[in-house]
């Protein structure tokens, strides 16, 4: 395990928040109208909240103070005389006020979920067709935790966040009229407070996202080791490096509580500090609230409403910097979520004039150029030509850059420099999607997906005769399936299990068989398995290339020994080229490495 | 914390008697001023005490969070390989994150509003029911209702929660696993199946967490609705009261303030359920995690000894993962310091299943490996591993250095690293990488081919010197050339050590003193290179073909 430095995710992700409310608004627009009715829902349940303190403010004015028979009270313009008719009114406002506040969080929660949902259908589908380049860059567990943790993160903004900022601004607003309309000299004290309340909040948010961005980087470093103990268990286990894995565990968590404590310290006083104001004001009020008592502009009545609403004022105040916490956080998680839907422009601005492409019937390269880091050449001037129905052999020792070509052919990479043509067609003006259709790729790792095995060799989504699956996994030498205790399906369990790797191949292979492609590429297919095994899978291939091109790749000479032509790279470029005969007549390094190979 | 409640309840006090000053229409400047003073002052406390507890609570629960995970994290690394056939990776990361996430909030918020409810709650109930027991008794008659309809909401809350958790588990494992796959989804276009796949996860998950939404849409306004039927009895009956003039105006008002600081910690009751709820379902969760013993325990008083020679037998060994088919039936072998055995087999025989039951990467099902006489079982686990070289099959890449990957915490010499460098041909490798050895491979690192990585994962295996050596499949990515090489310069290594070879390649095998042939996990042959040739039949068929490859390229 590296020290933390390496640890780091990609460089910080900022972006503004006005960016963030655009690329947003897509996912939030088809709700509009549910955002409508939730937020006129809040005002109706946020109106009656403030009509509340005015009933009792009138019933303390008409009913308990006046020593007279005379009690009656104007509400609306009704005038009601009994005291008990006032409390099922009362009563009723707070039943409507209890339904529509349920129907409205109800609305709320829905809203949010659906756009979450869309939102995480869409990163995700959004991911994977991005670049494999991306994915060389980011460790899956890091991806993981944007897909899972981040958007999670994000549920909280639309449900809880967006609502409730509207209804507590729209509360304060309300409040400030009211009080206002109460007496706008005590009022205007209060108005005082507002743009200190303003800044603190504009300083905190800036301290506050600085804070939840390390605290969400942190956090996927956190799965990224979660994954990889996971997936290297046995080396972590049998190397006795447990200790090694803990302490560097523990030094990340560390640095993530760190980060998080920082945050709960720049939250205790931004709290607090809204809580001061509180009572500051209601000492203002009170101050001045009762010279205008004594003045009689005001009744008592009006001042006790005056002090209530301030209570009200100061609470939705009190859950804004809350909310606003929260808002804080789910921030920084978009911010993370939209940098990956960003990642589109760049792959997809080459996709114009691209020519619809139904069958590849040659390749060729044609000087081209490639390497991972622009320092380091991987691959260096490449030309060949595969011509209908031929095979092509690459050999060369392990880093030589055969599986480099591979990544260039299925257009996982783009070449630095020179062309790669399809049927005469330069690769980039045709859908690499078209292209993939046509091609299959067994890869020296065997991948196999949760799900039967039948659901791995074609999804059941794809259409596909039983009888041709069938042909497809005899034409493969996969008959041994069958006799798995559920046949075709079995379920297969993270990591292939209980397929041993060997069968997880030829699960793969059959894969590629069941696809009828018309380039067929093998990446070091056979080096899990045994001899008498890789002779079947080698008749098989022998019955799939006829009539299709082919590209194998091996580190064994004997097995690209048949093909038509064979290419010999070393340090990225070509040494040898020809047929087998043609090479051993050559007398060069594949004949030295063919002599090599029989001791 | 009190402190702070105490003077959140004074407030009140001094306005009631401000109101009460007023009603009386007696107005005394002075007596105003150091009022306002007062509440002031309070207010001044609250913030500083405020500032103090929020940070000690929350603190204490981040801490407590960051204890839990090191746990979990301690955990796994010490569960057996056996655990991770059953449980999925993606639900190891969810409760890494998300379920100690939700235990954290509910003992960081929960634990403040329990703590304000309870201290807040009873001293304004105290202070209530000392300035009018009747009224405040009144006040109270939607409290019973309050407490049973949250207890109800509460437990499905709990059982909404824990299924919508578990639904996430999947999803994340989902989506784990096709991050990890991503060059076959590609390559195959599986995208909108896999897609399809998540989204399917996805409103699985929406469900079910719609259904968490329903109950928590339900607790706010419910718990409002009791509050403002308190108030409007305090309202109604302490209107009466006032009217019959057994309370003043004030009083009436402080008790209606009262009520509003009663607010708080009603409506925190549901803030609590809920996240009370989430965080028990997630603790539960955790905690199934942290209760699941590994298979493989380290005896409790294990036999002490001084070094391990290698001196292993295997006696009717049989094996199977968990409840499946077996894997192994009736192996009995013997390997010797100082001698080397091969494995060979189809695939699926059973090859690697031998060669993990020797580190204790799981028990035997029946029969025992005794290792210097010992059975593996008595031996300390640590003890065991230490001894044991161990290459898996599959070759895997920490993201990090090269350095790192190879030494893996453990310290050599620079003349062992240049020598096991050499042992492993990766010096060549090495030397053209940008940064040497401290090149970052791994996911995040240089692609490195398939060969490469084995050779570097086999250096890792070797960079200690250990009296047992198992090598699971060394060399099936490398090329011939390479391969012999490799196999020529472990064999010279370490002429002492006991060495174990699982190959497809007879080239790589054929010097072994031994070699064992599997087939559907009994033994089927077992002889010396040139006994095999003549009574195993796989064996020659194996040499056969790969001679005859030689032959041909000749």
């Keep these: 395990m590296p020290d933390t430095s390496i640890y780091q995710e990609e460089k910080e992700i900022k972006l503004a928040d006005l960016y963030l409310a655009k690329t947003l608004w897509p996912f939030i627009q088809p709700y509009t109208f549910l955002f409508c009715l939730t937020t006129v829902l809040v005002f109706i349940v946020t109106s009656l909240e403030l009509i509340i303190p005015i009933l009792m403010q009138k019933a303390f004015d008409g009913f308990i103070l006046p020593v007279g028979t005379e009690k009656s009270i104007h509400i609306f313009g009704f005038e009601i005389t009994s005291f008990s008719s006032f409390c099922i009114l009362f009563s009723m406002v707070v039943l409507t006020s209890f339904v529509i506040d349920f129907i409205q969080s109800l609305l709320m929660e829905y809203t949010g979920q659906t756009i979450i949902l869309n939102l995480r259908c869409k990163l995700f589908s959004h991911m994977v067709f991005l670049p494999v380049t991306f994915y060389d860059k980011n460790s899956s567990g890091r991806l993981v935790s944007r897909v899972a943790g981040d958007i999670e993160n994000m549920n909280e903004m639309f449900t809880n966040v967006l609502i409730f900022i509207f209804r507590d601004l729209f509360l304060m607003i309300g409040v400030l009229v009211v009080l206002f309309s109460i007496n706008s000299k005590l009022a205007f004290y209060l108005t005082a407070m507002v743009p200190v309340i303003v800044i603190s909040i504009a300083v905190f948010s800036k301290i506050l996202r600085k804070a939840f961005r390390t605290i969400r980087q942190k956090l996927s470093e956190i799965n990224h080791s979660f994954s990889e103990a996971v997936t290297g268990i046995k080396i972590i286990q049998t190397t006795s490096s447990r200790k090694r894995f803990m302490e560097k565990f523990k030094l990340l968590n560390f640095e993530y509580f760190s980060a998080s404590l920082y945050q709960i310290r720049v939250f205790s006083i931004f709290m607090p500090l809204i809580g001061f104001m509180g009572v500051l ?122 599986s480099s070509i591979i990544n260039l052919i299925t257009g996982f990479y783009q070449p630095g420099s020179g062309k790669i043509l399809f049927n ?13 259709k046509k091609i299959a790729l067994v890869m020296q790792d065997p991948i196999l997906f949760s799900g039967t095995i039948r659901e791995n060799i074609k999804p059941s989504e794809l259409d596909m005769d039983p009888l041709k699956l069938e042909k497809a996994l005899f ?23 209980p397929l041993s790797s060997g069968e997880k191949q030829l699960v793969c292979i059959a894969r590629a068989f069941a696809f009828d492609p018309d380039l067929i590429i093998f990446d070091e297919a056979t080096s899990y398995m045994d001899s008498n095994s890789e002779q079947k899978v080698h008749d098989a291939m022998k019955k799939l290339m006829k009539g299709r091109l082919s590209i194998i790749i091996a580190h064994r000479l004997s097995t690209v020994r048949d093909c038509d032509n064979i290419i010999l790279l070393r340090d990225g470029s070509i040494m040898e080229k020809g047929s087998h005969h043609d090479l051993v007549a050559l007398k060069g390094e594949y004949y030295r490495l063919l002599e090599k190979e029989k001791i | 914390m009190i402190i702070v409640d105490a003077t959140q309840l004074i407030v009140p006090q001094i306005i009631k008697h401000a109101i009460d000053f007023l009603s009386k229409g007696s107005f005394n400047p002075e007596a105003l001023f150091f009022q306002c003073i007062y509440i002031l002052f309070l207010g001044l ?72 409810t309870l201290l807040l709650g009873s001293a304004t109930l105290a202070i209530m029911l000392w300035t009018h027991p009747m009224l405040t008794a ?206 060979a087999g189809p695939p699926g025989s059973g090859k690697t299943s031998l060669a993990q039951l020797i580190p204790r990467l799981y028990n035997t099902t029946s029969g025992r490996i005794f290792m210097d006489d010992h059975d593996l079982s008595t031996l300390d686990l640590n003890f065991l591993r230490n001894h044991i070289a161990f290459m898996p099959q599959e070759s895997f890449l920490f993201s990090s250095t090269i350095r790192e990957n190879i030494l893996l915490g ?91 070879i699982i190959s497809h390649r007879i080239s790589a095998l054929a010097s072994c003193n031994r070699i064992y042939i599997l087939k559907n996990g009994s033994i089927n042959h077992s002889g010396t290179h040139e006994e095999l040739v003549k009574t195993s039949r796989f064996y020659r068929e194996s040499f056969r073909i790969q001679q005859l490859e030689e032959e041909k390229n000749a």
């Design chain 1, 281 to 402: 004001s209601v000492a203002i009020i009170l101050w001045t609230g009762s010279f205008s008592v004594m003045n009689k502009s005001l009744t008592l009545g009006e001042l006790v409403a005056f002090l209530s609403y301030m209570k009200i004022f100061f609470r939705p105040l009190r859950d804004l910097s809350e909310t606003f916490n929260l808002l804080q956080n789910a921030l920084s998680s978009a911010e993370r979520i939209i940098n990956i839907l960003k990642t589109e422009k760049a792959v997809q601005r080459i996709s114009f004039n691209r020519e619809r492409f139904r069958k590849i019937s040659h390749i060729s390269f044609d000087k081209v150029n490639f390497s991972y880091t622009w320092d380091k050449p991987v691959l260096k001037n490449i030309s060949f030509h595969l011509p209908q129905h031929q095979s092509i052999g690459i050999v060369g020792r392990t880093g030589s850059g055969k």
């Design chain 1, 424 to 436: 005469d067609i330069n690769q980039e003006s045709i859908n690499i999607e078209d292209i993939r």
């Design chain 1, 475 to 497: 034409d493969a030498n996969c008959d041994f399936l069958f006799d798995k205790s559920s046949g075709l399906d079995t379920l297969i369990e993270e990591e292939g299990r």
């Design chain 2, 45 to 116: 406390v609250m913030a500083g005490l405020r500032y103090g507890w929020r940070n000690l609570l929350m603190g204490s629960a981040r801490d407590l969070e960051n204890g839990i995970r090191d746990e979990l994290f301690n955990h796994i690394l010490n569960l057996d390989p056996a655990y991770y056939n059953r449980i999925k990776t993606g639900d190891i990361m969810a409760h890494a994150t998300s379920d100690i996430n939700h235990v954290r909030m509910a003992f960081g918020f929960g634990l403040i509003a329990i703590v304000d």
């Design chain 2, 138 to 343: 009144f006040a109270m008659i939607p409290m019973p209702f309050l407490v049973m309809t949250t207890r109800t909401l509460g437990k499905k809350m709990h059982v909404f929660h824990q299924t919508a958790q578990e639904s996430f588990s999947k999803l994340t494992e989902f989506v784990r696993e096709s991050f990890f796959g991503i060059r076959i989804i590609k390559v195959y276009n599986f995208e909108s199946v896999i897609s399809h796949k998540v989204e399917k996860a996805s409103e699985d998950y929406f469900n079910k967490n719609l259904k968490r939404a329903f109950a928590n849409a339900l607790l706010k306004p419910l718990l409002i609705l009791f509050f403002n039927l308190s108030t409007l009895i305090i309202l109604f009956y302490g209107g009466f009261l006032v009217i019959k003039k057994s309370i003043t105006p004030g009083e009436l008002v402080a008790f209606l303030q009262y009520l509003g600081i009663l607010a708080w910690p009603v409506i925190a009751i549901g803030w609590m359920t809920n996240l009370f709820q989430r965080g028990m379902a997630s603790l539960k969760r955790i905690n199934a995690l942290l209760d699941s013993p590994p298979d493989v325990v380290s005896p409790e008083h294990p036999v002490i000894l001084g070094a391990l020679s290698g001196n292993i037998i295997f006696k009717d060994v049989s094996f199977a993962y968990g409840k499946g088919d077996p894997v192994l039936s009736d192996i009995s072998l013997a390997v010797k310091p100082g001698m080397s055995i091969g494995i």
């Design chain 2, 410 to 500: 453990r310290s050599v010499g620079d003349e062992r690293m240049d020598r096991i460098i050499e042992v492993c041909c990766l010096k060549e490798t090495i030397e053209k990488m940008p940064d040497g050895l401290e090149t970052l491979v791994g996911e995040r690192g240089v692609t490195l081919s398939g060969g490469q990585k084995q050779r570097i994962a086999l250096a890792r295996t070797l960079i200690t010197e250990k009296p047992v050596i198992i090598l699971d499949d060394p060399i099936s990515q490398v090329d011939t050339h390479t391969a012999s090489k490799l196999m020529a310069a472990i064999n010279r290594l370490n002429l002492k050590a006991a060495v174990i």
